[in-house]
């Protein structure tokens, strides 16, 4: 079983970038697909954006559409979530995960998560 680490979360004003990563042992991430995921205090955890691995095709869910870009990295086996234009309302702990495949190309939603990293704390705040 693949064993996940987040890491590059923290603090940031709004208006803000983070990048986080997704640091993958045990397995390669060249099956199935990644996703990035985040929960709030208070609420369920959402998914945000899926990347498939045959193709690095990316989707994304509206909320984080046109601000996070997901990416990777096969030789480093690392995901990457770059966040641009933060808000307050992105305060969140975010998790990375692997699963079976990405839901549609525009949801940002992956199926069948099979391993969950820890997460990392970001907070939006002036």
């Known amino acids: 079983q693949v064993q996940l680490v987040e890491s590059g979360g923290g603090l940031v004003q709004p208006g803000g970038s983070l990048r986080l990563s997704c640091a993958a042992s045990?397995?390669?991430?060249?099956?199935?697909?990644i996703g990035w995921f985040r929960q709030a205090p208070g609420k369920e955890r959402e998914g945000l954006s899926c990347?498939?691995?045959?193709?690095?095709?990316?989707s994304y869910t509206e909320s984080v559409k046109g601000r996070f870009t997901m990416s990777r990295d096969i030789a480093k086996n690392t995901v990457y979530l770059q966040m641009n234009s933060l808000k307050p309302e992105d305060t969140a702990v975010y998790y990375c995960?692997?699963?079976?495949?990405?839901?549609?190309?525009?949801?940002?939603?992956?199926?069948?998560?099979?391993?969950w990293g820890k997460g990392t704390l970001v907070t939006v705040s002036p």
């Open positions: 995960a692997t699963g079976a495949f990405c839901v549609g190309s525009k949801s940002g939603h992956l199926y069948g998560v099979d391993s």
């Open positions: 990347i498939s691995s045959n193709d690095g095709l990316t």
């Open positions: 045990g397995r390669t991430l060249n099956y199935g697909a």
